[in-house]
């Protein structure tokens, strides 16, 4: 990072429980998923968008939403 950049707060989901080889990668602006089976890639990207959807309509970002506003939203959506 450069010296005259603040720091970029940025969504990092990693899968551990692929089993069939197969590397999955989902990059977007806001967030990045590696890994995981299939199934559980997906929901990681859909609680990653659906999070980020929850900050646009609230007139936020990942970078300008406090940390406990972020993990309530995460743990929302990662439980739907």
Not at 29 to 58: C, N, P
Not at 69 to 75: C, G, N
Request: hydrophobic fraction near 30%.
């Amino acid at each position: 990072m450069r010296d005259n950049q603040p720091p970029r707060n940025h969504l990092f989901g990693v899968g551990l429980d692929n089993k069939d080889g197969h590397k999955r990668i989902t990059k977007a602006e806001q967030f990045s998923i590696v890994g995981g089976s299939e199934e559980t890639h997906d929901l990681m990207t859909e609680t990653a968008i659906k999070t980020v959807e929850d900050l646009s309509a609230r007139g936020k970002t990942i970078q300008t939403a406090n940390h406990e506003e972020l993990k309530d939203l995460v743990i929302k959506h990662s439980q739907q």
